[in-house]
């Protein structure tokens, strides 16, 4: 039987709106992995489409609970990184790497910072250059265009994405991760929108595309990499792990518009798990 897999998930904490955290636990759960908390920061919301939004810090609990975990003798698969409350919250998660991880730990780095060609509110170009301090430690990185451009010093482009474009982009990020790259939301045609996969050591390459949907769905990004990250851990092939978690997303997507949940609820992930919950049975069969 399969050894379970474990991750250490280093996102922060929204009580309300489903992302980060809330999305990470219950979507590496039913990827088959076994998912462990470190909360970056505690928010009331997360901060797309609320105000006077509640946060809290948590860079003083951070290095106190890794170095917990590594008396207890835990071991870690991944270490798997998002939001950060701040630039110097990266140290914190280099140290916490040097503490916890092993040669067998693949570090997954997802940059959230930005999206729709602007950084996210309290953050800038601080943010920008501590994540690509971090993603050169990177065996995954999981950045939306947006992110690209900033991490690469390539201008964002609103629309359509040509090929010479998502090149552009991908080799910038392969000059900071010499491992697999996915790259969200990329819009190739007219219509489409989905992820780009490179692996930069054997040259593959993927593209993975859903059904475009006007406006903005948050959230998607953290479940993206979420289910990347832990099919990737699990073994699953660059092809496999790409589509079967875009079809996560296009599922929690399609069912948020048509029950018109509000948008800043965050997607309907709950009710596509039973069918992404069968695909990741059938991928390791």
Known sequence: MEEIKRIAAIHDLSGFGKCSLTVALPIISASGVECACLPTALLSTHTGGFYDYTLKDLSDEMLPIARHWKREGLEFDGIYS???????QEAMLEEIIDILATEKTKIIVDPVMADNGKYYSNLGDEMCRAFRRICRRAHIITPNVTEAALLTGLPFRMGQHDKEYIDALS??????????????????ERGSVGVYAFNTQTGEECLSLRAEREGVFHGTGDIFASAFSSLMLRGAGLKEALE????LVSSSIERTAERSTPRRNGVDFESALPEYIKKVSDLFK
């Open 244 to 247: 079967t978690a875009v079809s």
């Open 171 to 188: 080799n910038g990020l392969s000059e900071l991760c010499s491992g697999i790259i996915a790259i969200t939301g990329v819009c190739p």
């Open 82 to 88: 998002g939001y950060l409350a701040s630039a110097r």
